[in-house]
Structure formats: structure tokens, C-alpha cells
């Protein structure tokens, strides 16, 4: 099981980040067994008697009506979902403790979201953004508009500081029809600014996924001796020692994580942590799984 | 107060590692990080800990230097300034410890002297304690204050004479550095037996050192009487000639012992002539020497029949005198001679006459010289020679050549000479070496491998003029020893078999070159011979307190034992010792891979002549005016004693910077770890 797992680092040894994207998606489709179209609305498959433990909410009403029984409708993948992919750019992205930076990795996700929307012809779309909005294109199924949008997403370069607010903005007056929403980002913001920007998109009606991706070292740094560290943003320095980081660090991001995890729920949104030595193929699984859970 | 304060202008130099430590704190190396937001809390606190540390290390980078910079300005100290009087004075005892201070009681009086300088020195003054033989001045004490005189009495109770000699020439040129500056004015009380032989052959030598006054503590005897055995020499095969030395007529009946090998072989009644006249001496085998201060006598023994080999004679006086030191003469005999075989064109060549007057001058060892020409070399006739002298290798047949090259393969050793027919002759004396045409332009010797046991002594090679020579070129495995001009050798020392041969590559021959005519011709061919024969240049005679080569060298180690039996070399220093110097009378034994050798060691005859100085040479002695001071602050009159922290500064900042190292690399270390493992 472990070999067909893809480290971060060997999909970077690969040249063309589609091929990438196509590795990952159809190793953990395959890996699965299970129909390709694990897509992102819902379609009719089946129903079933209702179990206890089952949502209400699937519950068909119609079919209660008329046969006085209570089944639960089953969904599968539906096609024309637009899938609109939310990619921070912004300096700390560009950081990494190893050969794959997070921006990469972020970058990895990005295609192969792209590619798993493309393959069951949902349109997709790109925004690029750090300060505020760097770069954007429209959600589109057209042919040969993956081709572009990866190349898009390949060329995204880190930027400069993070600004939430900011750019939500100007995503809101991008996004007129619902989707899925997937926003990758390392989220070094105040959760209660990440809950106001993500909150208008909840509301109106898109399915936000967020995607924190972070390195090891800022999960957990392991420094033997005491260093002066750079703020990649603001070019602040300190210098640290590594009994400073165990006592206050790990608490403070421990913290700052469960606070992030609270606020995305309480707008709606679903939020896993990503690590950038994460194999690509398990975090998808884990995307899918997560999805799958949830319906 | 600083010796040399323009050093104080290295100060300066603290600039440097504070602008170092400014420039290492606004660079400092920096690791990039996504973001502090959880980390700013502490940043304060680790911030001064890092400021600390490296105020540490510029702490002590300062400290060193300004401790290096005190140290060469040399400052001075006067850390007993309230207790020193302004008329102190150092009382530098020099107590001779030579060889003729065993004679009678006088070391008994030395004691008494030193106590009555002690007795008369004022409070404030202090006292220094030198013993003086031979090459060595040892500060027993140095600048005591006078409360620990006890300490002085004590050391000086323990001391006993040596059996070396003194030079007061050497005792007062060397007075300086053994005389620690600064120090206060100086009376150095010479507490000696005033002995007219221990003068040095510069009177000027005598001059004494800087703000230094002498004062003389004669504990001599007003007419010492000494017997002493003088010389011994073997004037032929079976007699020997031992010559007594008196200072005054004797008043003992005694005898000359000779003893040979621990067994005594003969003896014989001294008698010295009575001073007043010239009176035929007593006895069998006596004769007298011209009447003066010191009269000899010589006594010859006759019929001495010894085996060959070296032996061990000691020449003694039976019964001993008050002063026994100088009744025993130990000298080595070598009873054998080796053989040397001269082969030249003739009895009457030059260059016959020429090896044989160099080979005859050699003494030690003796050697007999055979003389044959070059027709009549026969394999016999090389049987038993301890060295084969050539004077022309072109001159001999080929049945000669033959012989000579089993000779020397089989062990021997030969000297010869090249000239311009050595070309042709096929011995292996001469494989490998091609022998070029004569060249006939002028040239002289440019390398001379000094070193060689052959050239250490024979002088100066660059000299001797050379009208032609041969081109030659030497071998691979050959040594080349001397060579010309043009780099063609003129030396060789090659290795053949077991045998050795010296390849002289020019004949003696006037018209060729002026070796033969040069004076170090002689040495140069008694070297050769003796090194030939296995007899290297190490001395078989020595004196006492005087270095001695010991023959030993890092390839060939070895050991020697002094007369009671003990090693003289420590084991670590076995191998590499080229050289010692014995400290008593007697035979030691040097025992190498080259095999067991002796060295006779007796104590100087001139510790033997307990004659004082005369009083006009005394008193020109105190006549001649100290040295001029070279350093400005040798001698202060009147002011306190200064001592100079130099040293200890050095030493502490050797100390600090080993210290800045440690720190220094524990910073080095921090930059180094510092990175990500994760």
C-alpha cells in the first residue's frame, strides 16, 4: 500500500504539473474501486429504507406520501458543478522545509481538483490570490480548458502578504452561481476574519472546502539549537530558541488550529489540515472520504 | 611605569573585534519562516541572552589584547615599594664550585664567607645564590629577601664541588643574563679560590656587567701544595711516559701506579728534583722538565706488554694527596694497528708521499702503512689490510682489479683516485660511473656535504683551485659527497657488497688541481682513512663539563654508561643523543650497533695549578669599569625594586585565549547545528 503512495517530492521530479494531477486522481480512483464520478453536487442513485441515524433530510416525502414508508434518497455524482478553486498565493506560501513548498503542494491540489472536475465535465475555475486578487478565470467545461487553467495554476508565483478580507471581496463579485468552493491556504489570519470572509459564500449557497496546507516544520519544528527566523511577509526577525518554541509554539498553533476548525464550522465550511509531506494521493483519499462521510 | 610604551599604541587593535562583533550582530545569519505570529511573545528575553553571550566572547577578545599589548610594553611593578630602602642593594653570591675547590678546607670556608656576606647585608637587601662550573651558572636563588637567608644557608649546605672547571671570562660575559633585569644595584660577591688558571685569555673578558660592583671572597690557600699526574703517552709499542705536575716540593714519598684494565702492570717512585738546582734526578726512568712554579717529572714505564686491542690505563699517584681529584689519569690505549695498503706507480710518486704523510699524521688511531706498486698487488697481499689506498686506479692489471673487487665485496674498504685512463679499467669498483673527457677549464668545489663524517672537519673545499678535471657522472645509488662547479662529482662514497670505497675523482697531481698542497688535505685524508676503517671522528678523550660526540646517530641508537655503571641518556632520548657532556672523571662506555667503544674522560689540569691570581691582576680586575647598561631601566639607584609583569601577563592571556577559543567554537557550533531537522 505504501508504494502506491506518491510523496510530494517524487510528483515534483515530474515536468508537467496536468501529469501530476492525472497520476494522483486516477491512483487514488483506481485505488478506491468505486465509480470515477465521486463528484461534488449530488445525483439519484437509489433509495433505501430510512435507519436510524439516517439525516431527515434525505428523507423522500413524496415517496412517504404515497406508500406511507420513509426511504432515503441516495445521490451520486452529477455533472455541471462548477468548481471554483481558490489558490493563496501570498508570501508565506512560498515557505518550505523541504524540496516541496507549500504553494507546490497547494499548487498539486489545485490540478488535481481541476483534473477530477474536468474528467466528469464540470467546469472549473481559478482564483489567484494573496493581498487581493492576483489573477482570475472564469469557471469554464470548454475543451482544452484544463490544458490552460493548469498552466495558469503552474505559473503562479508567491506574492506578498495574506489579506482575507480583501480578497473575498472581490471573489464574492466573481462567483453569481453556486459550487463548490475549494480555498487552499496556510489561513496564518485571525479565524474570526477568516469566518467573516468565508461566511457571505456559505450564504450564498456555494459549498466552501477549505484546505489548510502547512510544512512539517511549522507543524512541528524540530531546531536543536537556538536561530534567528525571517518572517517571509514582514521580514521580522527573532531569535528563537527551541525551549521557546515547545512551551509557546506548539500551544499557540495548536490553538490557533482548533479556532480555525470552529469558526469553518460554524459558517458551514469543512476544513482538513494538509500537510506538505502529506502523499498527494492520501490527502485526496481523505478529501473524498471526508465527502463521502458528510453525504 | 611600562619598559616600552610606544607598544601601548597596539591598543588600538580593541577596535577591531568590536567592530567585528558590531558587524556579526547587524548580519546575522537568517533563517526565513512563514510566519512569527505565534512566536513574538518571547522574543525579548532570548534576545538579551544572545546579547550576553556575545558580550562574553568581545569581553574576552579585549581582555586578550590588552593583555598581549601590557605584556610586550613590559609594565613594572613595585609590589614591596614601602619595604625596600633607598640604598638597597642585591648581593649576588657566586659561589665557585670548580674542581680545586676540594682542596684542603676551602669549600668549609666558602660556608663561612657566604655567612659573613649574609651577616653584613642591611634589611632591604636581598640576595641571590649563583653555583658556578664548568658551562653552567645556576641561580639557586634569585633576589631573596634577606628574612629567608635561612633558605640561602640551607641550599648552599647541600652544594658540593663539581669536578669541572671555571672561566671567569665566562662566569663575567654571561653575568648578564643570568643577573635578572631590573634588579637593584648589584655587589656580586665572588666567593672563589682566586685561581690564577681559571682566567680567561681576554682580559676584557672580566669586564663586569651593568651597575654591578665586584667584590672578591678569596678562600685559597697561601701556598697550596698539589701533586697531580699531568699527561700520559705511549711513546712506543711497550712504554709509556706518565708526567707529575707539583705546585710545591712535595713532602709525600709517593709512586706512579699504572694500571691497565682494572689489574695494576707497574710501578714506580716519584722524586722531584729539589728546587734550588738542577740536580740529577733519582732513579730509574726519570728525567726532569726545566725548573718554574709548577715543576713536572716525567716517569717512564718500558716492557708494557699488551695484547691488541683497546685497553683502559689509568696512571695514578699512590698514596694520594689532600686534593685526590687530579691523582688519577685515565687514558685509552689502542694496542693494534690496522694495516693500510698504499698502492701507487712508486715508492717516490707524489702522490705516494702525498698518502702517506696524511695517513702518518693520524694518531688515533695509529695506523701502519704498507707501500707497494701497482704491478705487485695480489689478492695476498690484500689479506689482512684494514684499508686499500689507490692512488691511480688506471695503473692496475686486471688480475689487481680482480682481487681488489673480492677484497672489497668481501668486506674492505679502498680509497682510490681517478685519472684520466680510469676510464678504461672493468673492476666493478667503477660500474655505473661514466668518466668522461678531461675538461681543462678552471673550476672550484660549490657543494660540500658538510655533514659527512668524512668533511665535518677538514674546512674549507671552496679554496682549492682546479686547473682540469674529469666529467664525471655518478651512479644512481652513489652518494656524491663534494662536487665541482659544473656539478661533476668529485667525491663518491659508494656501497659495494659488504666493502666501501671512496672515489676521489681527480688525481693528486699538481698540474691538475693544488688538493694535495692544501691544508686540509691532511684532515681530509686522515678523516677518510679512519671513517674507512671503521674508526668514525668521535673522540676517545675528553674532559670533563665538555661536550663529547658520542658517535651515536637517529639510525644507529645505543647508550652510554659513566664510570659507576649508570645510563647517562635517558631511554627517550637514547637514540637521537649525537653528543654529552660528562660530569666526573673516569671511563665511559658507549655501546651502539657499531659494536662497544670507550671514552677516557679526566678532569681539566688546570684545576690542578692552585696558583692565585697576583694581586696586580686583581686589582686591574676591579679597575675596569662595569658594562654600559643596554636596557634604559636596568638599574634604578634609590628607587624601589620594579619587577616586570610581562611574563605572567603573557601567560594569562595564553589562558584568555584558549578561553575566546572554547566560546568562540561554541558559537561557531550554534551557527553550525543551527538547521531544520525535520
Redesign the interface.
Known amino acids: 500500500m505504501t508504494l502506491r503512495l506518491l510523496p510530494p517530492a517524487t510528483l515534483a521530479a515530474l515536468a508537467s504539473l496536468e501529469l501530476i494531477a492525472r497520476t494522483a486522481v486516477e491512483g487514488v480512483l483506481t485505488g478506491m474501486h468505486r465509480s470515477p464520478h465521486f463528484g461534488f453536487s449530488q445525483e439519484f442513485k437509489e433509495y433505501r429504507a430510512y435507519a436510524e441515524g439516517d439525516d431527515p433530510r434525505h428523507i423522500d416525502w413524496n415517496v412517504y406520501a404515497r406508500t406511507d414508508r420513509t426511504y432515503i434518497k441516495r445521490f451520486e455524482g452529477e455533472t455541471n458543478t462548477r468548481l471554483m478553486l481558490l489558490l493563496d498565493a501570498s508570501a508565506s506560501m512560498g515557505y518550505g522545509s523541504h524540496s516541496v513548498s507549500k504553494l507546490q503542494y497547494a499548487k498539486f491540489l489545485a490540478a488535481a481538483f481541476a483534473y477530477l472536475a474536468s474528467r466528469q465535465q464540470d467546469p472549473v475555475g481559478l482564483i489567484v490570490f494573496d493581498e487581493k486578487i492576483r489573477e482570475h478565470r472564469p469557471a469554464t467545461s470548454r475543451s482544452g480548458g484544463l490544458h490552460s487553467l493548469i498552466h495558469a495554476i503552474d505559473n503562479v508565483q508567491p506574492g506578498g502578504g495574506t489579506d482575507l478580507a480583501a480578497s473575498f471581496r472581490g471573489v464574492r463579485e466573481h462567483l453569481r452561481k453556486r459550487g463548490l468552493v475549494v480555498v487552499i491556504s496556510d489561513l496564518y489570519c485571525d479565524p474570526e476574519l477568516m469566518t467573516r470572509a468565508v461566511q457571505p459564500l456559505a450564504y450564498h449557497g456555494h459549498d466552501v472546502m477549505i484546505f489548510q496546507v502547512l510544512d512539517p516544520a511549522e507543524i512541528k519544528p524540530q531546531w536543536t539549537e537556538s536561530l534567528v527566523l525571517e518572517d517571509v511577509e514582514t521580514q521580522q526577525a527573532f531569535n528563537v530558541s527551541p525551549d521557546d518554541i515547545a512551551k509557546h509554539y506548539q500551544p499557540r498553533l495548536a490553538a490557533h488550529l482548533e479556532s480555525l476548525r470552529i469558526a469553518a464550522a460554524k459558517v458551514g465550511a469543512q476544513q482538513m489540515l494538509v500537510s506538505t509531506d502529506e502523499p498527494l494521493d492520501q490527502a485526496l483519499r481523505r478529501y473524498i472520504l471526508f465527502r463521502q462521510r458528510r453525504a | 611605569m611600562f619598559l616600552a610604551p610606544a607598544m601601548l599604541a597596539g591598543l588600538l587593535a580593541i577596535a577591531v573585534p568590536i567592530w567585528l562583533h558590531r558587524l556579526a550582530k547587524a548580519n ?16 525579548t528575553q ?2 538579551a541572552r ?1 546579547t550576553l553571550r556575545y558580550w562574553l566572547l568581545l569581553a574576552l577578545r579585549v581582555a586578550f589584547l590588552v593583555l598581549l599589548v601590557l605584556a610586550f610594553a613590559g609594565p613594572l611593578l613595585s609590589p614591596d615599594a614601602a619595604s625596600i630602602a633607598p640604598d638597597a642593594r642585591l648581593h649576588a653570591i657566586v659561589v665557585d664550585r670548580s674542581l680545586s675547590m676540594n682542596y684542603g678546607d676551602r669549600w668549609r670556608r666558602v660556608q663561612g664567607t657566604v655567612d659573613t656576606v649574609v651577616a653584613e647585608a642591611r634589611p632591604g637587601d636581598q640576595l641571590t645564590l649563583v653555583a658556578a662550573s664548568g658551562r653552567r651558572f645556576e641561580v639557586l636563588h634569585d633576589r631573596l629577601p634577606l628574612r629567608d637567608a635561612g633558605v640561602l644557608r640551607a641550599t648552599l649546605q647541600k652544594l658540593e664541588p663539581s669536578e669541572e672547571r671555571l672561566d671567569y671570562g665566562l662566569l663575567m660575559t654571561t653575568a648578564s643574563s643570568w643577573l635578572t633585569t631590573p634588579r637593584l644595584p648589584t655587589r656580586l660577591h665572588l666567593v672563589t679560590d682566586m685561581q690564577q688558571s681559571a682566567s680567561p685569555l681576554r682580559f676584557a673578558d672580566l669586564q663586569p656587567p651593568a651597575a654591578t660592583q665586584i667584590h672578591f671572597h678569596d678562600v685559597g690557600d697561601v701556598s697550596p701544595a698539589n701533586t697531580f699526574i699531568a699527561a700520559m703517552n705511549f711513546t712506543g709499542d711497550a712504554s709509556a711516559a706518565v708526567k707529575i705536575g707539583a705546585t710545591a716540593q712535595p713532602t709525600l714519598q709517593q709512586s706512579v701506579v699504572l694500571n691497565v684494565d682494572g689489574k695494576e702492570v707497574a710501578r714506580k717512585p716519584v722524586e722531584f728534583p729539589p728546587r734550588a738546582g738542577h740536580a740529577p734526578l733519582q732513579g730509574e726512568g726519570v728525567s726532569a722538565t726545566p725548573d718554574n712554579a709548577t715543576r713536572e717529572v716525567e716517569v717512564q714505564f718500558t716492557g708494557l706488554a699488551l695484547a691488541d686491542g683497546a685497553h683502559r690505563v689509568i696512571a695514578s699517584l699512590a698514596p694520594g694527596d689532600g686534593f685526590a681529584a687530579d691523582d688519577r689519569l685515565f687514558t685509552l690505549l689502542e694496542q693494534s694497528r690496522p694495516r693500510v695498503l698504499l698502492v701507487s706507480r712508486g715508492s717516490n710518486s707524489d702522490e705516494a708521499a702525498y698518502f702517506t704523510a696524511a695517513i702518518g699524521s693520524l694518531t688515533s688511531p695509529r695506523l701502519s702503512i704498507e707501500q707497494q706498486p701497482a704491478e705487485a698487488l695480489t689478492g695476498r697481499r690484500l689479506n689482512g689490510a684494514a684499508l686499500v689506498v689507490e692512488a691511480d686506479v688506471s695503473t692496475l692489471t686486471s688480475e689487481a682489479l680482480l682481487a681488489l673487487d673480492e677484497y672489497v665485496a668481501g668486506g674492505g674498504s679502498v680509497l682510490m683516485t681517478l685519472a684520466s685512463g680510469s676510464a678504461a679499467r672493468q673492476t666493478r669498483l667503477l660500474a655505473g660511473l661514466r668518466i668522461g673527457e678531461v675538461v681543462t677549464a678552471a673550476t672550484r668545489i660549490t657543494q660540500v656535504q658538510a655533514s659527512h663524517p668524512v668533511l665535518r672537519d677538514s674546512g674549507d673545499w671552496h679554496r682549492i683551485r682546479f686547473f682540469r678535471h674529469l666529467r664525471v657522472m655518478a651512479a644512481a645509488d652513489d652518494k656524491v659527497l663534494v662536487a665541482l662547479e659544473d656539478g661533476s662529482p668529485l667525491l663518491i662514497e659508494r656501497q659495494i657488497g659488504a666493502g666501501r670505497v671512496l672515489l676521489l675523482a681527480a688525481p693528486l697531481d699538481r698540474t691538475w688541481n693544488d688538493l694535495a698542497i692544501h691544508p686540509l688535505f691532511i684532515r681530509f685524508i686522515a678523516d677518510a682513512a679512519r671513517y674507512l676503517i671503521g674508526q668514525n671522528a668521535a673522540r676517545s678523550e675528553a674532559l670533563v663539563g665538555a661536550p663529547v660526540l658520542t658517535g651515536l646517530t637517529a639510525d644507529a641508537g645505543g647508550q652510554i654508561f659513566d664510570p659507576s655503571g649508570k645510563r647517562v641518556l635517558a631511554l627517550a632520548a637514547a637514540t637521537p643523543a649525537d653528543r654529552f657532556v660528562p660530569t666526573q672523571a673516569g671511563f665511559y662506555e658507549v655501546r651502539s650497533n657499531a659494536g662497544q667503544r670507550w671514552i677516557a674522560v679526566n678532569v681539566d689540569r688546570r684545576e690542578s695549578l692552585l696558583d692565585r691570581m697576583p694581586m696586580a691582576v686583581l686589582q686591574r680586575w676591579l679597575a675596569l669599569r662595569p658594562q654600559a647598561s643596554a636596557v634604559a631601566s636596568e638599574v634604578t639607584p634609590g628607587l624601589p625594586l620594579q619587577r616586570s609583569l610581562g611574563y605572567p601577563l603573557l601567560l594569562l592571556a595564553a589562558l584568555l585565549c584558549l578561553a575566546e577559543l572554547l566560546v568562540a567554537n561554541h558559537y561557531l ?2 551557527r553550525r ?6
Open positions: 546575522p545569519t537568517r533563517h526565513p519562516f512563514a510566519s512569527l505570529m505565534f512566536l513574538q511573545a518571547s522574543e532570548r534576545t544572545r557550533g550554534v547545528d543551527a538547521r531544520v531537522t525535520s
